[in-house]
């Protein structure tokens, strides 16, 4: 059960590895904003690809139909990574194994929608995979593994989440194996521990030039791509895909360089390496400053 790209490496990984998988579940296509095109998950196309049978109901909760339809398989075993919905407590009782997920994080911290994004905004100095079994409360469940890889602040989250998703694929099978033949020990989490990745709000994404710098680019990073850290200027919206911090000095959103260097709240700067002006295509730096109103010595006010 996943839909992102995310879980693509790992469900290609059980295939290629001879794991037999019965059905895939996904989210159902999505409508674009306009409505032109639709848009099936990453899962589904892979699952397509792959020639697997998948599934795409809108929910599984109450739902008798889908219900009746895992109990029949009965499966060894449920996989969960990144697949949007609850699974509800009656379904968790149909595979012989019960059901396991992949989340992005070092449980108990960073349970919940957005664990990788959280972890590069707070800053974390390690990241990782948690392998755990499903109950009812939200990433609560005991824990056989976890596989932990130092965050390196200069990568954003949608790299974080590929060198994660990689190791998940590789991780996983061993830990199919061992669940399978009985040898996996599960360990309950330490609750009091326990932080939460709320989803993230398009409104994260402004930049408040008072803080630290290095506190931006984690916000630069962990908002990339989607929705993105930004800052307004003369009512249009810049969007920063790369920046770094600088040792430039001054008053707290104003502009130091010809080159974008913008001054934060901690005796340091923000260099800008690319940006994305608001309908206009991602630029690098050199490119964007030859036609842009924004000069050395103003100061952004976020308006």
């Known amino acids: 059960m996943g839909t992102p790209l995310f879980a693509v490496p790992i469900l290609k990984s059980l295939y290629q590895n001879g794991f037999p998988i019965t059905n895939v579940y996904t989210q ?11 848009n099936k998950s990453p899962i589904q196309g892979i699952s397509e690809t792959l020639n697997i049978d998948f599934r795409c109901p ?14 029949n398989i009965n499966a060894d075993l449920g996989i969960v990574v990144a697949y949007g919905q609850i699974i509800p407590r009656d379904f968790l009782s149909l595979t012989k194994k019960g059901f396991i997920n992949i989340h992005a994080s070092i449980l108990p911290s960073w349970r919940g929608a957005a664990p990788i ?19 009812e409360e939200l990433d609560s469940g005991p824990v056989c ?62 930049i408040c030039w008072d803080d630290a710098a290095t506190k931006i680019i984690g916000q630069i990073n ?13 009512g249009e919206r810049y969007k920063i895909l790369k920046a770094e911090v600088g040792n430039g000095i001054g008053k707290a959103g104003e502009i130091l360089t010809d080159n974008l260097e913008i ?14 002006r608001q309908g206009k295509n991602v630029q690098k730096i050199g490119e964007f400053i030859l ?13």
């Open 145 to 206: 593994n976890t596989y932990k890889i130092k965050l390196d602040q200069n990568l954003n989250a949608q790299e974080v989440s590929e060198k994660l998703s990689l190791l998940a694929s590789e991780k996983i099978l061993d830990n199919v194996d061992d669940i399978l033949e009985n040898k996996s020990i599960f360990i309950d989490q330490d609750h009091s521990k326990a932080t939460y990745a709320k989803k993230i709000k398009k409104n994260e994404g402004l």
């Open 117 to 135: 994004q959280r972890s590069i905004m707070n800053l974390d100095s390690e990241i990782g995979i948690s392998i755990m079994k499903i109950n």
């Open 263 to 276: 001054a934060c709240g901690n005796n340091k700067s923000l260099k800008i390496l690319e940006i994305q």
């Open 222 to 234: 962990g908002l990339y791509p989607s929705p993105g850290a930004y800052f307004n200027f003369n």
């Open 291 to 303: 036609g842009s109103q924004i000069k050395k010595g103003l100061v952004i006010n976020n308006v």
């Open 58 to 71: 809108k929910s599984l909760k109450n739902n008798i139909e889908e219900f009746e339809f895992l109990k």
């Open 28 to 38: 159902p296509p999505q409508k674009s904003q306009r409505g032109q095109r639709i």
